[in-house]
């Protein structure tokens, strides 16, 4: 079995609230001899932008506390995906409890019509102290594309961190496990839903100064199916 075969039957969930037909905005252009495997590639492409990255350390927020962020990446450009992959992403972060973080994303992209949305708990395994060297978390994530009326993709990741912190500095490293769905609805076409899989490692560094946080991560990832 798949690692995340018992995933995609939440991500088709997800499809059932996103528009369709005359009703979606926006939509990908989806060539009437796009084959099975095309279609693959997409997704591993789009599952690439969906997923909602940690993107800093293992801290969490804290009990109570809201966190609001900007995040910028980039990727090289593609024929499919274009400017989908240039504009930012807004996530809100709040703290649930000492140790564990609740969160939530999205973007949209106004020239296209399309975009998405996004959920993840973070949970702090391990925290550092005089005894631990490091601070260990785990954190399970799903996101949706929005708008498209002849496409629907979405992500879900389990991401497992850990960090250690020098004064303001919190460098960090991880590796996670993802898989990506889409469902094309295209009148002219009739390709059954596909599933990839993607095994990934990332490492970067938070800095801190007083309420502001800014981190800077790179990743290397390698589809396992």
């Given amino acids: 079995m798949k690692p995340f075969s ?7 969930l997800l499809a059932t609230l996103v528009p369709t037909g005359a009703n979606a905005q926006g939509a990908f252009d989806l060539r009437p001899d796009l084959t099975k495997a095309q279609l693959e590639e997409l997704t591993t492409e789009l599952g690439s932008v969906l997923r909602f990255r940690q993107l800093g350390d293992t801290t969490p927020v804290g009990r109570g506390n809201v966190d609001i962020s900007a995040l910028f990446g980039n990727r090289p450009a593609t024929e499919r995906l274009g400017r989908f992959i240039a504009f930012p992403r ?21 020239d296209a019509n399309y975009g998405f949305a996004g959920f993840d708990t973070k ?6 102290g005089p005894r631990r060297p490091v601070s260990i ?6 996101t949706s594309l929005i708008g498209p009326a002849n496409l629907w993709a979405g992500n879900a990741s389990i991401d497992l961190a850990v ?3 020098f004064g303001a500095f919190s460098p960090y490293a991880g590796v996670a496990t993802s898989g990506s769905a889409a469902m094309e609805r295209s009148k002219d076409l009739d390709l059954d839903p596909v599933a990839v899989d993607e095994s990934l490692s990332y490492a970067g560094v938070s800095y801190r100064w007083r309420a502001v946080v800014a981190s800077a991560e790179v990743e290397k990832g390698a589809r396992v199916s």
């Fill in 6 to 12: 018992t995933v995609i039957g939440a991500l088709a």
């Fill in 90 to 110: 807004i996530v809100a972060r709040f703290g649930a409890s000492d140790r564990v973080d609740v969160g939530a994303w999205g973007g949209f992209e106004p």
């Fill in 123 to 128: 949970i702090m395994l391990l925290a550092q």
């Fill in 137 to 142: 978390s785990i954190r399970p994530s799903i």
């Fill in 163 to 165: 960090s250690r912190s």
